[in-house]
T-cell receptor, first 111, second 115 residues
Framework: GESVGLHLPTLSVQEGDNSIINCAYSNSASDYFIWYKQESGKGPQFIIDIRSNMDKRQGQRVTVLLNKTVKHLSLQIAATQPGDSAVYFCAENRRDNDMRFGAGTRLTVKP | GAGVSQSPRYKVAKRGQDVALRCDPISGHVSLFWYQQALGQGPEFLTYFQNEAQLDKSGLPSDRFFAERPEGSVSTLKIQRTQQEDSAVYLC?????????????FGQGTRLTVV
């Protein structure tokens, strides 16, 4: 399943499928990006980050892709599990102490 | 503790009341941030400390909001004469380096409800 971030704030996928969450960022000068996962009643949890000198970075079951030409960021989750259900935020670092968060995408994993 | 700790977890305040929200960052972390998160939205930056110095308070919505970190560790966010629009979750985050260009660790937040 795939979302387009602000235009489709919810994404529902079947357990075991791959998920793609998209995000458009606004500042071409941003040089650092992070994906956070936020479960209900908890603070955001770091998932993966990427700097502007890279276009792809992989973690455990997650991959972040950065397209600076169109200012687009995506998070791919492989073999989505029920524990992945949460709200996912992309965040861009505009300057050292200003991390701007997007509105978030709610991912629901159906068993 | 192992992570960022915030207290109280929940606070109900009557309009006009003053509140104080506490953040215990991860020991040794240089940077500390406060964010405000309205229901259904992403966190919004409020203020940033590097050790005890408040280097950026551009996100504080009004002069009713005040933050301090006097010894470079625990921080307190104070809201004076609370109003209903102050109702939100207040998140604290800390990071080992300077600024937000390395991984930051968030607390669970304090949910403030102004009635």
């Amino acid at each position: 399943g795939e979302s387009v971030g602000l235009h489709l704030p919810t994404l529902s996928v079947q357990e075991g499928d791959n998920s793609i969450i998209n995000c458009a960022y606004s500042n071409s000068a941003s040089d650092y990006f992070i994906w956070y996962k936020q479960e209900s009643g908890k603070g955001p949890q770091f998932i993966i980050d990427i700097r502007s000198n890279m276009d792809k970075r992989q973690g455990q079951r997650v991959t972040v892709l950065l397209n600076k030409t169109v200012k687009h960021l995506s998070l791919q989750i492989a073999a989505t599990q029920p524990g992945d259900s949460a709200v996912y935020f992309c965040a861009e670092n505009r300057r050292d102490n200003d991390m701007r968060f997007g509105a978030g995408t709610r991912l629901t994993v159906k068993p | 503790g192992a992570g960022v700790s915030q207290s109280p977890r929940y606070k109900v305040a009557k309009r006009g009341q003053d509140v104080a929200l506490r953040c215990d960052p991860i020991s040794g972390h240089v940077s500390l941030f406060w964010y405000q998160q309205a229901l259904g939205q992403g966190p919004e930056f409020l203020t940033y400390f590097q050790n005890e110095a408040q280097l950026d308070k551009s996100g504080l919505p009004s002069d009713r909001f005040f933050a301090e970190r006097p010894e470079g560790s625990v921080s307190t966010l104070k809201i004076q004469r609370t109003q209903q629009e102050d109702s939100a979750v207040y998140l604290c985050a800390s990071s080992p380096g300077q600024g937000m260009n390395t991984e930051a660790f968030f607390g669970q937040g304090t949910r403030l409800t102004v009635v």
